[in-house]
């Protein structure tokens, strides 16, 4: 083919050029230059666009076929930088701090029209986003209005890595120890009442360390920090008139670049400042013992189907991206327009680069995959036995100690929990343990299925040598109810967000306790109050991998909201006044968490054998109703009581944990199981009486050593020693 001479000599003459390194993909800083690399199978032109930062049109656009000129001698040349489906250039002499760069391709036909199928979607009037870009700039500030005009709206922008980690490395948390805290970065500090410096950024977080600490937490989860466009679908509100945006950022513009809009300098429209800030934040998380994990969402991305924008990579390669039906429309497993063809060999190595680069680069700990069951479909949608993605990442040598957890489902109806493929590494979001937690908090759910979920789910998890700590045991995440809504509205109330209530999950497990929504009436309160101690106390002392949601500690609520994701504004920030509003309910949270992290016997490996293999009186769990050793499989009470010498197969020695759980509308009196050696029950928690918990290892000896009242819908938590 020959060159096209669409863009005219003088706009790269000037240029020194020279082939570039294939790889690594992306811009990479080389002595004197910056080396360009970026793929496209079908894709038969490519050209460089470069930018001034901020500037709407480009100084340069440098195609990479042409007549050049030799660094050394200014001589011309033909050159074609180009090796198989890579073209890769180096540029010399470039202020790389104050550029932006794009790429416009051009391929064959048929060019597609808006809305309209077509495999191949080349533009060549269409600037192109890098997908391997470090930084992407054009929604630097969070929320500032953007120039609609722009057609080059996502810039990608060059990072210089120069940051000093010192010592640090991932910590390697064992993954039975971990508590983890779901949150969002915006939402985290926006409100004023946190009292931070810099509201919504990477830099709050830091100041609010302590606050996590104090909680006992030692792993945050991010909901998504890559870049993506708050502005993507946004539209007022109907009826009030507010502006309802892409919150949450489900919706991913570049895996590679973190959010500039989540950075306190992110105004600088420098990527490596932006870069900086969150290897900052990081550090500082391991310096205080609570390692990092990422909402990552490779399902799919913010292009959207047929009637979507084109922003990378669509325009670069539509046909080997994204999961196409026969006639060219979107396959849409994600229930958001598109499907990334994640099985197809370059994307497979497209999201191993990016997880092992921020592995690499940014010490993050882990990586949850949002939709998981996606990435295990193969090209045409269908259920694969074998994804070689999942194997891929389970095996990578780099990724080998990242922990690696899966929504075990997608929007298509792949549902997997129990059955994702595993190879020994993976967990799950266990979303039978949230349905099974809350059916049987209200007084609705199983005795048996209960005492399965505080197990660790071994039903489900049972094989392939998985053991609890492939169940991420959540009752509450960001998609739905808070665990405040969850014990006061029977139904959603999504109003909010303009579509009628239609939107959000309508199976939601919630009982409201009397009343819909506030009310001043003090039994209700009481009764809201202590089924959340409930939740968090059946969490904590399940086995398994524990997760909160933000806010839940301090008994945040959305108001009946199940499905915030479109609201910047109280519905989503924390509202710190609730720290000394609700301060008993943050005690007992912080109570729960020391007694799980003072405790083996709740953080085992390996599941239960429910037998005395240790060979000291007792099984390793035994199970109990009001009378002791005769469990009642058929109504709302069960309890079970962990030998300590079991504890970790033995290794460790530990207490003896009994947990009394009356869902039952009224007090129960239960028997108490005998101790050895002299040994005696002491009372940790109570979630019927103040002082509702204690601090662990100052729990009182109970007066009546033989049995306990134990009140209605509450949980009672003992130590034998």
Not at 17 to 24: A, I, N
Not at 45 to 54: A, I, K, R, W
Not at 618 to 645: C, K, P, Q, R
Request: charged share 20%; hydrophobic share 35%.
């Amino acid at each position: 083919m020959e060159r096209i001479d669409i863009y005219p000599t003088h706009m790269y003459e000037d240029f020194k050029l020279r082939p570039g390194r294939v790889q690594p993909f992306g811009a990479t800083l080389v002595p004197g230059g910056v080396n360009f690399s970026v793929f496209s199978r079908h894709a038969d032109y490519c050209v460089l666009v470069l930018f001034e930062t901020g500037a709407s049109q480009p100084f340069a656009e440098i195609p990479f076929r042409g007549v050049f000129q030799k660094p050394e001698t200014g001589e011309p040349f033909w050159g074609d930088f180009r090796v198989g489906h890579v073209f890769a250039m180096t540029v010399f002499d470039l202020d790389y701090e104050n550029i932006e760069y794009g790429f416009r391709m051009d391929g064959p036909g048929p060019r597609a029209e808006r809305g309209h199928p077509g495999h191949h979607r080349f533009d060549v009037s269409t600037v192109l986003l890098d997908p391997y870009a470090r930084a992407i700039g054009g929604r630097d500030v969070w929320g500032q209005t953007p120039d609609w005009t722009d057609p080059y709206p996502h810039r990608a922008r060059i990072v210089h890595d120069d940051f000093d980690w010192e010592s640090d490395r991932p910590l390697e948390i064992p993954t039975e120890d971990l508590i983890i805290y779901e949150m969002h970065v915006r939402g985290f500090t926006r409100d004023p009442s946190s009292g931070v410096r810099q509201p919504g950024t990477f830099a709050a977080i830091r100041e609010k360390i302590p606050y996590l600490k104090e909680l006992g937490i030692n792993c945050v989860e991010l909901m998504p920090i890559y870049e993506f466009d708050e502005f993507e679908n946004s539209r007022p509100n109907p009826e009030t008139g507010e502006l309802l945006m892409n919150y949450w950022g489900y919706s991913t513009v570049g895996f590679f670049a973190p959010k500039a809009g989540f950075a306190a300098t992110g105004k600088s429209k420098d990527g490596t400042m932006v870069a900086d800030e969150l290897k900052m934040l990081v550090k500082e998380l391991h310096q205080n013992g609570i390692e990092v994990i990422l909402d990552v969402v490779f399902n799919h991305t913010a292009e959207g189907n047929e009637f979507g924008p084109t922003i990378s990579y669509r325009g670069i390669d539509n046909v080997t991206y994204y999961m196409l039906t026969p006639e060219g429309y979107y396959f849409n497993f994600s229930g958001t327009g598109n499907t990334l063809n994640c099985n197809n060999p370059i994307v497979r190595n497209m999201v191993l680069d990016c997880l092992r680069f921020w592995a690499a680069e940014y010490h993050i700990d882990g990586f949850r995959f949002d939709l998981g069951s996606i990435l295990g479909r193969d090209p045409w949608g269908a259920p694969m036995a074998n994804p070689p993605l999942l194997e891929t990442l389970a095996f990578d040598p780099i990724l080998a100690k990242c922990k690696l957890i899966a929504e075990a489902w997608d929007a298509g109806g792949l549902y997997q929990v129990g059955s994702f493929p595993a190879y020994g590494r993976w967990a799950e979001w266990n979303g039978k343990y949230r349905d099974g937690i809350r059916k049987f908090l209200k007084g609705s759910g199983s005795v048996g299925d209960m005492a399965q979920r505080l197990q660790g789910s071994p039903d489900l998890y049972g094989w392939g040598n998985r053991g609890p700590t492939a169940s991420i045991n959540f009752i509450t995440c960001h998609d739905g109810f808070t665990l405040a809504d969850l014990v006061s509205y029977n139904g959603k109330h999504n109003e909010a967000n303009g579509e009628n209530n239609m939107d959000g999950a309508n199976d939601n497990e919630s009982w409201n306790c009397g009343a819909e929504g506030w009310t001043d009436d003090p039994n209700i309160n009481a009764l809201r109050s202590q089924q959340l101690k409930n939740a968090v106390a059946m969490l904590l002392v399940s086995q398994g991998v524990p997760m909160l949601l933000m806010g839940d500690e301090i008994g945040q609520s959305k108001r009946g909201n199940n499905n915030t994701y479109c609201h910047d504004n109280e519905l989503n920030w924390l509202d710190w006044t609730l720290l000394e509003k609700n301060k008993e309910l943050f005690q007992f949270f912080k109570h729960c968490i020391a007694f799980r992290n003072a405790h083996p016997a709740l953080r085992g490996k390996d599941f239960f054998r429910n037998h005395d293999y240790m060979n000291c009186g007792y099984a390793d769990i035994s199970w109990h109703g009001t009378s002791a050793w005769n469990a009642d499989w058929s109504g709302h009470v069960i309890a079970f009581m962990l030998s300590g010498e079991h504890a970790k197969g033995g290794t460790i020695v530990d207490n003896y944990i009994y947990v009394a759980l009356n869902m039952h509308w009224g007090a129960l009196p239960f028997e108490l199981p005998g101790l050895r050696d002299g040994m005696k029950w002491h009372l940790f928690a109570n979630t019927s009486a103040a002082p509702y918990s204690c601090e662990p290892g100052s729990e009182p000896v109970l007066d009546d050593q033989y049995g306990f009242l134990v009140g209605g819908r509450s949980v009672v938590i003992l130590v034998g020693k």
